[in-house]
């Protein structure tokens, strides 16, 4: 089936520190990738996504590379700030399929104290 | 542009008793998601819409919850009766078409406490 394995959190960080967020998926065709964030009191928005293979998605300073080889997306930023302070999903979606839903992971939450 | 909009925000109901959310899409928007985010769980699909037609409820608990959305714009997906096991965040997304590159926008949510 399709699912995602995201790590689990909280990821307690100091301000400029890098950030990784794991997520490794399985998918029964070939899935786009995207990574969500929730900010607090606010609906989930796309950070970034990646549609084939070696793709890197990126935004805000966030990046992310589609590997297959691997089945991951991981999540990183070189120098987080406290307002990137939120939840951070990540969520597929099979290509070629006209439904177009996304599977979670569970989501991992993110602190940075200043 | 207005984003997705979504009321009550809050909710708290007993057990067995009935309620009902709404969501209003993005204008032009064809494709319309119900999720239900457990607490400590990513979304999960309830049902899915393109118009006015659904095209995946499959992951719906059909005996107790049920969704429409009449003329292809609004929602409203109704539990009836609220079990304690669903006590969670009811989200609205919308996207143009259900293809999946294109983004899917969401709502802030419906925040239901069932006691």
């Known amino acids: 089936g399709n699912s995602v394995t995201q790590m689990e959190g909280p990821v307690t960080l100091s301000e400029e520190a890098f950030l990784t967020i794991n997520c490794t998926y399985t998918?029964?065709?070939?899935?786009?990738l995207f990574w969500y964030v929730q900010y607090p009191g606010e609906g989930l928005q796309l950070l970034l996504k990646?549609?084939?293979?070696?793709d890197k998605g990126s935004n805000k300073g966030f990046e992310a590379t589609y590997r297959k080889e691997t089945t991951s997306f991981h999540l990183e930023k070189g120098s987080v700030q406290v307002s990137d302070s939120a939840v951070y999903f990540c969520?597929?979606?099979?290509?070629?399929?006209?439904?177009?839903?996304?599977?979670f992971g569970r989501g991992t939450q993110l602190t940075v104290w200043p | 542009e207005a984003g997705v909009a979504q009321s009550p925000r809050y909710k708290i109901i007993e057990k067995r008793q009935s309620v009902a959310f709404w969501c209003n899409p993005i204008?032009?928007?064809?494709?319309l998601y119900w999720y239900q985010q457990i607490l400590g769980q990513g979304p999960k699909l309830l049902i899915q819409?393109?118009?006015?037609?659904?095209?995946?409820d499959s992951q719906l608990p059909k005996d107790r919850f049920s969704a429409e959305r009449l003329k292809g714009v609004d929602s409203t997906l109704k539990i009836q009766p609220a079990k304690l096991e669903d006590s969670a965040v009811y989200l609205c997304?919308?996207?143009?078409?259900?293809?999946?590159?294109?983004?899917?926008?969401f709502g802030p949510g419906t925040r239901l406490t069932v006691l």
């Open positions: 997304a919308s996207s143009l078409d259900g293809t999946n590159y294109n983004e899917q926008f």
């Open positions: 998918a029964t065709g070939y899935p786009s």
């Open positions: 990646a549609t084939k293979a070696d």
């Open positions: 969520a597929l979606s099979v290509r070629g399929s006209t439904l177009g839903r996304l599977y």
């Open positions: 204008s032009g928007h064809a494709t």
């Open positions: 819409f393109q118009n006015n037609g659904v095209v995946d």
